[in-house]
């Protein structure tokens, strides 16, 4: 037995119109918890989307430094070792 869609959304509006309220008391600090449960995913998101979006920035930053420092010596191997030798 198949109901029609008609038959459905009135049993819907039946079962909505005759329920009853609940006279519950949440409080205040379920709200202010849920509030800042919302922010912290909202900052996380947003650090994230920033975090991707400020990266070609970041590496158009240090390619413009490098070039613009032509005197700097290109660390090397052997002083890459030497620097890790000397530390105790």
Partial sequence: MTMKPFRVAYLAL?????????????????????????????????????????????????RSRRKADPAAPAPTLQARDAAKDARP
């Fill in 14 to 62: 039946i079962v909505v119109t005759l329920a009853t309220p609940a006279f519950a008391y949440i409080g205040p600090g379920a709200g202010i918890t849920m509030l800042s449960a919302l922010w912290g995913v909202v900052v996380a998101v947003a650090l994230a989307i920033g975090a991707v979006l400020f990266w070609p920035i970041r590496a158009l930053m240090r």
